[in-house]
């Protein structure tokens, strides 16, 4: 996982049985509660909507692509942007 000011990139591993569309919403439903929960103060300011999360989401396979070459770039991210990549 990391993560930049306007998204987050994270490296999952699943089965083909499993939904990704429902996972990544279960996911920013429960991410969504437990940041409004824990921070709910200081998010006060900045989201008065009824959402957290974006409804956007991309999702991306990695036949082909080593695991190593992938959290590379994941592990990358923050950095280029902090470097103004």
Request: include cysteine.
């Amino acid at each position: 996982m990391n993560y930049e000011p306007d998204h987050v990139h994270l490296l999952i591993s699943t089965t083909p049985q499993v939904c990704l569309s429902t996972m990544i919403n279960s996911y920013k439903s429960t991410t969504s509660r437990m940041l409004r929960k824990k921070h709910s103060t200081y998010l006060a300011q900045y989201y008065w909507k009824s959402y957290f999360w974006s409804r956007s989401y991309l999702i991306l396979s990695s036949e082909g692509t080593s695991i190593e070459t992938i959290k590379r770039y994941i592990q990358s991210q923050k950095n280029d942007q902090q470097a103004g990549r």
